[in-house]
């Protein structure tokens, strides 16, 4: 019923986008044209100076196959098996919590509130459904008219009121949890430390076509921090009324990762201490001036670690957590995945998710001899006939440099197949990939070639992950 009624909203969003001219500049407070016509980044001007993304915002097809919830549900399972609950937060549209503030033209490109927040609740009774925890953030961050904004008006992200609306919920969820009694308890305060003006991409494309100055993205700034008195029993972790470290500052966040000279993964290693709270995410949870994961340790009360990373789409941060020694070693109480909603999670197939799911499951212990090639840049392996498609190869190359490996898996026939995992610059390097050994050929394949782009450290290693015993 949803696609169907979001198939009949496309067709004439398409319809009408044919005969709609560019709004003209009489129509915008802020003297702006053909803000909708914009190659990089077309936007609608609303009420209250708010900006809304077309593509976005305004477009409410959202791409949750059921393929990919069915993949989510393998990486809660996954996780829940290393004593760790996945709670999804999937940051909704401007659109869906702030429609009184949408111009008339959004109606004209086919948007309709109701149906924009059925199809973004859909989601979520769907994940919930397979057994995966989110949280509703549309309905958390909902806004009547005259309450204050939760999004900046010329920039895609939440403000400081919607990064605190969005933590209390999620801490709602895990205080709820039957694990969270046990956790240890640390008091926070939050303290306000004025006004800051957030560095905006989406505002400057915007600024390029209006003639006067569109909103700054302006928010209270806030400090999360230990609590000079503590409740009893509460956590003294030594900080203090020093600002709670959850690694927003300018120096690299240290997640372990350099601390191993061939930067070889230790799964069997002494068991470190587990942290209560892991967050994952983008900008979102990555921005300072709106202090999310402050928020979020303040109203959980307990220590939260942020691993997000601004500028790697929704996968570079649980990629680099998921396959670093701080998880490996000791997986966290509760991993908080940001991700905002209108991200298409199989968008570049199947590699990124059952890669979390293998690096989830701590599966990957089965040895595979290789033979090193010339310049220690290749590795050739024959694959044991025990290998199926829903089977994982896990790499470790030996190398913290390592951000690009390509497979050339090879059938007994001969016929070859490549697949290549690139990480982005953003990421925290490690040297591990992982690659599903699905959509080849009925037989399987027979041997696989592994090239980097930077030579293998001393000893590269290669196993087959068994996703039965998740």
């Known amino acids: 019923m949803i696609r169907d009624t979001v198939r009949r909203f496309a067709v004439r969003a398409l319809a009408l986008a044919v005969l709609a001219a560019p709004a003209a500049a009489e129509d915008s407070a802020f003297g702006c044209v053909g803000l909708d016509q914009d190659a990089d980044l077309p936007v609608i001007e609303g009420r209250d100076g708010m900006f809304f993304r077309v593509t976005q915002d305004i477009w409410m097809q959202r791409r949750y196959s059921d393929g990919a919830v069915a993949e989510m549900a393998d990486l809660s399972a996954a996780l829940a098996a290393r004593g760790t609950t996945l709670i999804l937060a999937l940051v909704p549209t401007k659109a869906a919590t702030m429609p009184h503030l949408l111009p008339e033209r959004a109606a004209w490109m086919g948007f309709d509130v109701d149906t924009a927040v059925a199809v973004q609740r859909d989601i979520h009774d769907r994940l919930n459904a397979a057994g995966v925890a989110t949280v509703d953030l549309q309905a958390a961050l909902f806004t009547e008219p005259g309450a204050p904004h939760p999004f900046f008006r010329a920039d895609t992200h939440w403000n400081a009121v919607g990064a605190e609306r969005a933590a209390e919920a999620l801490a709602a969820e895990i205080r709820a949890h039957p694990s969270y009694d046990g956790l240890p308890k640390t008091a926070f305060e939050t303290v306000a430390m004025g006004p800051a003006t957030v560095f905006s991409a989406m505002r400057r494309i915007v600024q390029k076509r209006c003639r006067q100055t569109i909103p700054e993205p302006v928010t209270t700034r806030y400090e999360t921090r230990i609590d000079a008195a503590p409740a009893i029993g509460a956590l003294d972790i030594g900080l203090d009324d020093a600002p709670l470290d959850i690694g927003l500052e300018d120096a690299p966040l240290d997640i372990g990762l350099d601390d191993g000279a061939d930067g070889a993964l230790d799964i069997f290693g002494a068991e470190a201490e587990r942290l209560p709270i892991a967050l994952v995410g983008t900008s979102f949870s990555d921005l300072p001036e709106v202090n999310f994961p402050g928020f979020l340790a303040q109203h959980a009360g307990v220590e939260v670690i942020n691993y997000a990373i601004t500028g790697g789409g929704q996968y570079s941060a649980i990629a680099s957590y998921l396959t670093s020694d701080d998880f490996q070693t000791a997986p966290p109480s509760f991993l908080i995945w940001e991700s905002p909603i209108y991200l298409n999670p199989t968008n570049d197939g199947d590699q990124p998710l059952r890669e979390l799911i293998a690096a989830a499951g701590g599966?990957?212990?089965?040895?595979?001899?290789?033979?090193?090639?010339?310049?220690?840049?290749?590795?050739?392996?024959?694959?044991?006939?025990?290998?199926?498609?829903?089977?994982?190869?896990?790499?470790?190359?030996?190398?913290?440099?390592?951000?690009?490996?390509?497979?050339?898996?090879?059938?007994?026939?001969?016929?070859?197949?490549?697949?290549?995992?690139?990480?982005?610059?953003?990421?925290?390097?490690?040297?591990?990939?992982?690659?599903?050994?699905?959509?080849?050929?009925?037989?399987?394949?027979?041997?696989?070639?592994?090239?980097?782009?930077?030579?293998?450290?001393?000893?590269?290693?290669?196993?087959?992950?068994?996703?039965?015993?998740?």
């Open 363 to 470: 599966t990957c212990t089965v040895p595979v001899d290789v033979v090193v090639g010339e310049g220690n840049r290749t590795l050739r392996a024959d694959l044991p006939t025990t290998l199926g498609p829903e089977s994982t190869l896990f790499l470790d190359t030996g190398s913290r440099s390592s951000r690009e490996v390509s497979f050339r898996f090879v059938s007994a026939e001969g016929r070859t197949r490549t697949r290549v995992v690139r990480r982005g610059e953003r990421m925290r390097l490690n040297g591990r990939f992982y690659m599903p050994a699905g959509g080849l050929w009925s037989g399987g394949a027979a041997a696989v070639e592994i090239t980097g782009r930077l030579p293998f450290g001393a000893e590269p290693r290669l196993f087959t992950c068994d996703p039965t015993q998740s």
